[in-house]
RNA sequence: GGCGCCGUACCCAAGUGGUUAAGGGAGCAGUCUGCAAAACUGCGAUUCGGCGGUUCGAACCCGCCCGGCGCCUCCA
């Protein structure tokens, strides 16, 4: 049984979707003003990996992710550029393709824009306008929060404690501080619609209230976002929405806890921000990889607690995925023996099922790592044992199949090894520790597979002859251009780059 | 000023009232190996920021204190 902790009642409660086996999700997205940095991705990540699960656990999700494409700093980056908005959303909606994809991130069944509903944003101030939760002022609509009587309750707060601490401007025209703009009449040169108020272009808030409603119906199962929409674009959300049809909104709120820099919130205003591309762009890893590293990162935390992101932290994932992919290599090896096989389908179910319980509690990942660390370890030992041909295909397949829900195990390739390139140094040390690479100059050139073939049919040649030194000496030679060898039992090598 | 979060071993990180406080990384020791690597085995917090309290029993509940952070303005 599934729960899930719900921001609204502050607790991890049972999920039952609305509709039996269809579950209906908004999310709030992006922004399409800029690249998008770690924190977007980790965001992306958890709804990504909850809607694979849910989808895992049999429903039919119905997935909406918004893209946000008309908005002040959407404006301010076209006039800087002298390009038109579209040009700028355009551009960064393409991005933001490219990032996600990278890390593996699903497209939602369905990415709305804003703009794109003008005429469901007009109706729906319209209405809040009529049902006297909303007043016109000059070209612009405010929500008047003191109508709506729930106002504060995602959020925990009461007006009078935000008007305390608001830091909002006085504007005398609302008739509260915190009441906001649902629309916003145009100044010269700004994207506009036709409106029933003028000309203008609809506040941040309202977006999300009429695209869910369009998308989903007035009542839906799931609604998410980064911590810090709760207040105040969620609250706000639910105030419009709640007010204008009488009826719940999102029954569960969800929100995933912040990427931080040295225990400090990594944001775009503080400046101390990775952008994914960046992030790919500066690793030494090729760039499915190093997908995976970040993606194994980034699921190694509660999805409710903040992380803290580091190169160490990266590495220490890389370090656990090689075990994994280790593992995998030796899955695929031909064998005779076949003698802890009959013990194959009780780890595996074991495992199946911790992993599930795991999920189904607030979608614990970690835990859920944790619980493939425990099959990994477990197949490890049964491979020792002998797993015939067939039981290695089978396990590879069950972690193939558990890892797809987070989006992990599904290569066929992995690289080990930190790869010397051109221009680095390297010293002629043993074995793996070749890795540090300072000393001789590298090879300009990688070596083929055919050669390091050759090279251990040399090695398995000089081995035969008891002749080490030499055994060693290819060894150490491979190992300086990145491939690391191991012997099998059987006399035989293996490689890994 | 208001609301809220976090502090678990060298590092990362689960656990939130009751068996020996998951798991990973790093380290050390051992098995295997010509030597390695990988794998496996063992070691590693008598203790969960501190001090009190509630309880038969607390890392988990309550109070106070120390340290770090977030939201209340745009922000995933």
Known sequence: MLSIYNTLTGKKEPFHSLQPKTVRMYVCGVTVYDYCHIGHARSALVFDVIRRY??????????????????????????????????????????????????????????????????????????????????????????????????????????????????????????HPMDFALWKGSKPGEPSWESPW????????????????????????????????????????????????GKEFARYWVHNGFVQINQEKMSKSLGNFFTIREIFEKSEWPEDIAGEMLRYFLLATQYRGPLNFSDHAINEAKQTLNGFYDLFKRLEEKTESATADRDLPGVMKRCREAFCEAMDDDFNTPVALAELQ??????????????????????????????????????????????????????????????????????????SKEQIEQQIA????????????????????????????????????????
Request: glycine share 10%.
């Open 374 to 447: 425990r099959m990994k370890s477990d197949v490890n030992k049964l491979l020792s044992l002998g797993l015939s041909t067939e039981a290695r295909k089978i396990s590879r397949k069950e972690f193939r199949s558990l890892g797809n829900i987070l989006g992990l195990f599904q290569f066929d390739k992995w690289e080990f090894v930190d790869k010397p390139r051109p221009g680095d140094v390297v010293v002629g040390l043993t074995g793996v520790e070749s890795r540090i690479m300072v000393g001789q100059v590298s090879p300009e050139i990688e070596l």
């Open 198 to 245: 003028g000309p203008g272009r609809p506040g941040w808030h309202i977006e999300c209230s009429a695209m869910a409603m369009r998308h989903l119906g007035e009542t839906f199962d799931i609604h998410g976002g980064g911590m810090d929409l709760i207040f105040p674009h969620h609250e706000n959300e639910i105030a419009q929405s709640c007010g204008a049809t």
């Open 54 to 175: 849910l989808e895992f656990s049999g429903y039919q999700v119905e997935f909406v992710k918004n893209f946000t494409d008309v908005d002040d700093k959407i404006i301010k980056r076209a006039h800087e550029r002298g390009v038109s908005c579209d040009t700028i959303t355009a551009e960064f909606i393409e991005a933001y393709y490219q990032d996600m994809g990278k890390l593996g991130v699903r497209r939602a069944t369905n990415e709305p824009k804003a703009t794109e509903h003008m005429a469901e944003i007009i109706a729906l101030v319209g209405t809040l306008i009529q049902k006297g939760l909303a007043y016109p002022v000059a070209g612009d609509v405010y929500f008047q929060v003191e109508k709506y009587q729930d106002y504060g309750r995602l959020s925990k707060r009461k007006l009078e404690d935000l008007q305390a601490g608001a830091r909002v401007d006085v504007d005398e025209r609302k008739r």
């Open 458 to 497: 040399e090695r398995l040649d000089a081995k035969k002859k008891k002749n080490f030194s030499k055994a060693d000496e290819i060894r150490q030679f491979l190992a300086s251009r990145g491939i690391v060898i191991e012997d099998k039992p059987d006399g035989t090598s293996r490689w890994k780059r």
